[in-house]
């Protein structure tokens, strides 16, 4: 009993002598350190790790809103950013855009040490640009450039047309093929792969015939496609010679898998073909943006496109299959460029100059023209 009463006031007096402690470390007017030493105002500037230059179009005006996003900007704490300058030059054809990040610390700043935010800029190029500039290029304080955006000087110019793709485009022989003049639709024949399919017959015998031939012969049904990687079985059925007679109910056939006859070789072709819109543009012309629909072997394809036609004053070109024609692959949407991998874009316009041209018009049309002109 006097050891647990010992114990117990030992622990009160610790207690205490705790409270006593803190207490004696309390003092009014305590609060968060000081961020500088003394109340001291140090003023500085800070960075940003990324900026980027965009429009919201895929070809820039000059005319056009410029934004221009600074990002992860480090200013030493949320407080202490004081302005963020924008500062503007030229150096040869660039247009140079250099922001300046201002920051000041002092005993009001508010701990925040990893404060980086985004920030976006509105930037109206406007005519004050000189004719030489082609290009805007954002920079950092290392004076590296860190995005860049081509500057264009025109008018876009939108129009609809349609183009006559006749059905001999279909034929694969009669590649390279093209539409009349410009804008066309050009064709060519890229490559063959000769390769063989494999198949075995198959016997067929007939479990109710519900007509008597005079006659009969081996009908050999054929697939109508071939798997390159299986022995396809063909089933050789009989049918009458005359085709207005029923030889044999469709659901009467039965196939004998223990039947087959020796293997046999297919010989065929793959042929690999490229279709392309072309059109001759404006020197240093573009294209804005294009859309197509209803393309059709023997019928008319509807178009919707938009050139940028450049000032006379511009200096900037494309981009561009060439400085004044442009290809684009209708199998994949992409602009016809020099490639390693791919077609050269002077071999493909010397094709379309020496390409034959598909008939334009529908044989509807030139029957009703034939029609009036003997009226």
Same mark, same amino acid.
């Given at each position: 009993?006097?050891?647990?009463?010992?114990?117990?006031?030992?622990?009160?007096?610790?207690?205490?002598?705790?409270?006593?402690?803190?207490?004696?470390?309390?003092?009014?007017?305590?609060?968060?350190?000081?961020?500088?030493?003394?109340?001291?105002?140090?003023?500085?500037?800070?960075?940003?790790?990324?900026?980027?230059?965009? #429009?919201?179009?895929?070809?820039?005006?000059? /005319?056009?809103?410029?934004?221009?996003?600074?990002?992860?900007?480090? /200013?030493?704490?949320?407080?202490?950013?004081?302005?963020?300058?924008?500062?503007?030059?030229?150096?040869?054809?660039?247009?140079?855009?250099?922001?300046?990040?201002?920051?000041?610390?002092?005993?009001?700043?508010?701990?925040?040490?990893?404060?980086?935010?985004?920030?976006?800029?509105?930037? +109206?190029?406007?005519?004050?640009?000189?004719?030489?500039?082609?290009?805007?290029?954002?920079? %950092?304080?290392?004076?590296?450039?860190?995005?860049?955006?081509?500057?264009?000087?025109?008018?876009?110019? =939108?129009?609809?047309?349609?183009?006559?793709?006749?059905?001999?485009?279909?034929?694969?022989?009669?590649?390279?093929?093209?539409?009349?003049?410009?804008?066309?639709?050009?064709?060519?024949?890229? #490559?063959?792969?000769?390769?063989?399919?494999?198949?075995?017959?198959?016997?067929? !015998?007939?479990?109710?015939?519900?007509? +008597?031939?005079?006659?009969?012969?081996?009908?050999?049904?054929?697939?109508? #496609?071939?798997?390159?990687?299986?022995?396809?079985?063909?089933?050789?059925?009989?049918?009458?010679?005359?085709?207005?007679?029923?030889?044999?109910?469709?659901?009467?056939?039965?196939?004998?898998?223990?039947?087959?006859? !020796?293997?046999?070789?297919?010989?065929? *072709?793959?042929?690999?073909?490229?279709?392309?819109?072309?059109?001759?543009?404006?020197?240093?012309?573009? +294209?804005?943006?294009?859309?197509?629909? %209803?393309?059709?072997?023997?019928?008319?394809?509807?178009?919707?496109?938009?050139?940028?036609?450049?000032?006379?004053?511009? +200096?900037?070109?494309?981009? #561009?299959? !060439?400085?004044?024609?442009?290809?684009?692959?209708?199998?994949? %949407?992409?602009?016809?460029?020099?490639?390693?991998?791919?077609?050269?874009?002077?071999?493909?316009?010397?094709?379309? !100059?020496?390409?034959?041209?598909?008939?334009?018009?529908? =044989?509807?049309?030139?029957?009703?023209?034939?029609? *009036?002109?003997?009226?």
């Amino acid at each position: 009993m006097k050891r647990s009463l010992a114990a117990l006031s030992c622990t009160i007096f610790l207690l205490f002598s705790l409270t006593g402690f803190f207490a004696s470390c309390t003092q009014d007017g305590d609060g968060p350190l000081s961020v500088m030493p003394n109340g001291e105002s140090v003023e500085g500037s800070g960075f940003f790790l990324a900026a980027t230059l965009d #429009s919201g179009k895929l070809i820039h005006l000059v /005319s056009d809103t410029l934004y221009i996003t600074l990002s992860k900007i480090w /200013s030493f704490s949320d407080c202490s950013l004081k302005s963020i300058n924008m500062h503007y030059g030229s150096e040869d054809s660039l247009f140079v855009i250099s922001p300046e990040v201002n920051i000041k610390v002092n005993t009001e700043d508010c701990p925040s040490p990893m404060y980086r935010p985004d920030t976006v800029f509105k930037l +109206m190029l406007g005519d004050v640009i000189p004719s030489e500039i082609t290009k805007a290029v954002v920079k %950092n304080d290392a004076d590296s450039i860190l995005d860049s955006i081509m500057l264009r000087r025109g008018k876009f110019v =939108l129009d609809t047309f349609k183009i006559y793709i006749d059905s001999s485009f279909n034929d694969v022989t009669a590649l390279p093929l093209r539409t009349k003049d410009s804008p066309s639709i050009l064709r060519v024949l890229d #490559s063959l792969t000769p390769q063989k399919f494999y198949w075995r017959t198959l016997r067929a !015998k007939c479990t109710m015939r519900v007509d +008597m031939c005079d006659s009969v012969v081996a009908d050999t049904l054929y697939p109508d #496609s071939w798997n390159v990687n299986d022995t396809v079985l063909v089933p050789v059925r009989y049918s009458c010679a005359s085709e207005d007679s029923v030889y044999c109910l469709e659901s009467k056939w039965v196939y004998d898998s223990t039947a087959l006859g !020796k293997v046999q070789t297919r010989p065929d *072709t793959i042929w690999h073909t490229s279709t392309y819109y072309v059109e001759e543009i404006p020197e240093c012309g573009t +294209m804005n943006r294009y859309t197509y629909y %209803n393309f059709f072997l023997g019928s008319e394809v509807n178009f919707i496109r938009e050139l940028l036609e450049p000032d006379e004053s511009e +200096m900037a070109c494309g981009p #561009s299959s !060439k400085k004044d024609w442009i290809a684009y692959d209708l199998v994949t %949407n992409v602009l016809v460029q020099d490639r390693e991998d791919g077609i050269s874009v002077d071999s493909l316009f010397n094709i379309w !100059k020496s390409a034959t041209v598909a008939p334009d018009t529908l =044989l509807v049309d030139s029957l009703a023209a034939d029609t *009036t002109e003997s009226k």
